[in-house]
């Protein structure tokens, strides 16, 4: 079983930025696809970015231009690093590795 811990969520104003990161743990294996989801107060689990194994990725509508996902293997890490950030991008952001969730990261977007 995959652990995920997600780490770099808090609080920024309009504009700012955040890197978030998901550390996987239990498996000797990089697990692919790796991606990003988000749920923002009384909405459903959305998917921000996604990275494959071959590096290929895919993001949002939303966030697309702003956000970037990649992944470094030797740290079995998945980063996403957020730009420009919004009001709307407010919300738990969680990764996933296979049918792996993390436990979800707080980003509030506010002045």
């Known amino acids: 079983q995959v652990h995920l811990v997600e780490s770099g969520g808090g609080l920024v104003q309009p504009g700012g930025s955040l890197r978030l990161s998901c550390a996987a743990s239990g498996s000797r294996f990089n697990i692919y696809p790796r991606g990003w989801y988000r749920q923002a107060p009384g909405k459903q689990r959305e998917l921000v970015a996604i990275i494959g194994s071959a590096g290929s990725t895919n993001y949002a509508d939303s966030v697309r231009d702003r956000f970037t996902i990649s992944s470094n293997n030797a740290k079995n890490t998945v980063y996403l690093q957020m730009n420009s950030l919004k009001s709307e991008d407010t919300g738990v952001y969680y990764c996933?590795?296979?049918?792996?969730w993390g436990q979800g990261t707080q980003v509030t977007v506010s002045s």
């Open positions: 996933k590795q296979g049918k792996s």
